[in-house]
Each structure stands twice: as structure tokens, then as C-alpha cells.
């Protein structure tokens, strides 16, 4: 099925992705003070946002925090996920660390898209849960791919991550993208009624590290 941009590109092409740094900008949130950057991947044109804190340096593992935009939780609030709560905490941890970086990558939904994150919304309220939708619409459980941001995080220099992250699959497809990470650093928010089954399909069915479920 068409409408996966990222798996396209990486089929398309050997070569990989070169980064562009387009523009950087102090941005103040309600968490802290951050550095907005934009960079582009020159070949595609796609963009990506970055959020930096403090220094950078190659010498020292750099707290990290790659988020797949989620439209209806990261602006809506939506209590469906736990995306928006994950932005958030994730923003608050690098601020307190006082130094790190949040990619923000668009692949929605998994990367299958937000029209079709919609229909897999509409599935779900007949019964089935984020995966079952996924392969209903002929999509692979988790359709995204992580070398650009491999190549964003050494365009900035840093060589060696401490990845928020409760996913294996994301860390795993991310060595093999050629990122060097030195440790997992746990991203839980607890869970609501709205989102005990989310979590708990996340965690039996995708093999996400929770403690909460």
C-alpha cells in the first residue's frame, strides 16, 4: 500500500541521507528554554524539527529522545496514547539534565500516515486493537525507519546516545542504522482507563518495556 514515504526512500536509494542544517532559533516552552533547529534531508526534502539543550559534545553521551509525531496526543491532548505525556516528560527530563536533544520525526502513526492513523482510530472503536488495525490496513505492525535521524544526531556530533526510549525494536533498528547507544533510559508515564489497553497491547504485542502494565 502506498503512503510510506520513509520505506520508499530507503528502498530507492543506497545512499544515505545528508542532512541539511536550515535554521535555528531560541524557543522558550512552558518546560525550559530550548534551541529549535530545522534540518532537511537534501535528496528528499524531507524536514525535521530538533529541540537542543545545553552542549553537545562527542565526547560525552548525549540524552536523546527521537519522537514520532502523534498529531492527536502531541497537540490534541488525546488520552487515547500516551504520546503528548511522553513529549512532554521527555522534554522535562532533557531540561532537567540540563543538555540532550528530542528529534521530532514525522511518521505518524507508526508511520502509516494520520489519514490512515484515522482509519486504523475507526477500526479500533469496532474492537481491535493498534495492531490488529495496522494489519488490517496492510500495514506491518510498525512501519518506521530511523537513519535520518541517525544522520540529524551526527550532523549535530554526537556519537554516543542515552536513549529515552521503551520500545527494543526502535533501539534495535537504530544500531543497525549505525548509532552508538550506551543506555536505555525508561520513558513511562502511568497509565489512564483510557490508556491501560493501549500500553498493555504496546507491551505484549510489540514487546515494549513497561512496568506499569
Known amino acids: 500500500m502506498a503512503g510510506n514515504g520513509d520505506r520508499q526512500r530507503v528502498k530507492g536509494s543506497d545512499a544515505p541521507p545528508r542532512m541539511e542544517k ?16 530545522g534540518f532537511q ?3 528528499t526534502g524531507r524536514e525535521y524539527i530538533v529541540l537542543a539543550k545545553g552542549e553537545l559534545s562527542p565526547n560525552r553521551p548525549c540524552l536523546v529522545r527521537i519522537h ?5 496526543g502531541d497537540v490534541f ?8 505525556r511522553q513529549l512532554r516528560r ?7 539534565e540540563g543538555a540532550g536533544v528530542l528529534i521530532y520525526q ?7 500516515g494520520l489519514l ?4 486504523a482510530y475507526e477500526l479500533q472503536d469496532q474492537g481491535f486493537d493498534t495492531v490488529e488495525a495496522n494489519l488490517r490496513l496492510g500495514f506491518a505492525p510498525d512501519e518506521r525507519s530511523y537513519e535520518d535521524c541517525v544522520a540529524i544526531l551526527r550532523a549535530l556530533g554526537i556519537h554516543r546516545v542515552r536513549l529515552l526510549s521503551n520500545n527494543p525494536h526502535k533501539i534495535a533498528a537504530l544500531r543497525k542504522a549505525g548509532l552508538c ?11 489512564t482507563e483510557e490508556t491501560v489497553t493501549y500500553l498493555r497491547t504496546k507491551k505484549e504485542k510489540l514487546g515494549h518495556l513497561l512496568s506499569f502494565v
Do not use: W, Y
Not at 522558550?28 to 528554554?33: F, I, R
Not at 514520532?68 to 492527536?72: A, D, F, N, R, Y
Not at 521527555?90 to 532537567?96: R, W
Not at 490512515?116 to 482509519?119: A, G, V
Open 181 to 191: 547507544i550506551v543506555e536505555r533510559v525508561p520513558l513511562e508515564v502511568e497509565p
Open 90 to 96: 521527555a522534554m522535562e527530563l532533557i531540561e532537567q
Open 116 to 119: 490512515n492513523k484515522i482509519r
Open 77 to 84: 491532548h488525546s488520552i487515547k496514547c500516551d504520546c503528548g
Open 41 to 43: 534531508d537534501v535528496t
Open 68 to 72: 514520532s509525531q502523534c498529531l492527536t
Open 106 to 112: 514525522q511518521q505518524e502513526g507508526r508511520g502509516i
Open 22 to 37: 536550515v535554521a535555528e532559533a531560541r524557543l522558550p516552552t512552558e518546560v525550559g528554554e530550548f534551541r529549535v533547529i
